[in-house]
């Protein structure tokens, strides 16, 4: 991926109003960048219209194509809403609502059916990480995750530390590699990202870690100065 990816994970934040003004500060300074921007479904609608130069993403979608699935979004209704990428097994739905890895293959299906970019979150706990069972855990989310469809040209990887999501707590750089390079022969080359606490400080450093083609941002993402430091890091790094 020669143009770094940098997208944006919103999580459950945001009204309308502030949606919009988040957003229209990124348009107006994201030029050439290529940024994603995952917003709660709620304000899809409206961000098209503000994010002319940027992409839209959703933060799930259902392993269903449509049907009696209240409270679920369809990858082909995200498609439909002006979305290109969405999320898929992010460490919080895997903990918080216990999405199994077999769930997420058969969400990443309908992503690639629909024509959207999944973003497939694997990751290691603390205490996995203390074990020392960081590769078989990651190399265990990969096999059950990723659909037979997906290549280098249509999926990507997000490598999160579940340890370093919101913890400002940054694995070092041979860790995060070692990871990386341990991906990219699992996956063939699917694009990997790196995801955990990212922000102005760190950004550039993780981008030049080899095999890492961008950056999932959290919570740095809601405050356009510092994503801004964030996506500007690209120009010192490609």
Request: aromatic share 4%; proline share 5%; hydrophobic share 40%.
């Amino acid at each position: 991926m020669p143009n770094p990816i940098i997208i944006a994970n919103w999580k459950m934040n945001c009204t309308r109003a502030e949606s919009l003004e988040i957003a229209r500060a990124i348009a107006g300074y994201a030029g050439n960048h290529n940024i994603v921007v995952c917003p709660p479904f709620t304000v899809l609608f409206p961000l098209v219209q503000a994010l002319k130069n940027l992409k839209l993403g959703g933060q799930d979608c259902s392993a269903h194509e449509k049907g009696a699935h209240t409270g679920e979004i369809s990858a082909s209704q995200l498609k439909d809403a002006g979305c290109s990428y969405v999320i898929l097994g992010h460490s919080e739905r895997r903990r918080n609502l216990n999405e199994q890895s077999e769930l997420i293959r058969e969400k990443a299906t309908r992503a690639l059916n629909s024509g959207l970019i999944p973003i497939i979150c694997v990751g290691e706990t603390a205490e996995e990480k203390k074990l020392g069972h960081t590769l078989e855990i990651i190399g265990e989310q990969l096999l059950s995750s990723v659909p037979a469809g997906a290549n280098p040209g249509n999926a990507i990887i997000a490598y999160e530390p579940v340890w370093s999501i919101g913890t400002g707590v940054v694995p070092k750089d041979a860790e995060v590699a070692q990871a990386a390079e341990f991906i990219v022969r699992a996956t063939k080359n699917i694009p990997i990202i790196y995801g955990g606490s990212v922000n102005g400080d760190n950004a550039a450093d993780l981008l030049k870690i080899k095999n890492i083609s961008g950056l999932l941002v959290g919570g740095a993402s809601l405050n356009p100065k510092e994503f801004w430091k964030i996506v500007n890091s690209v120009n010192v790094t490609v």
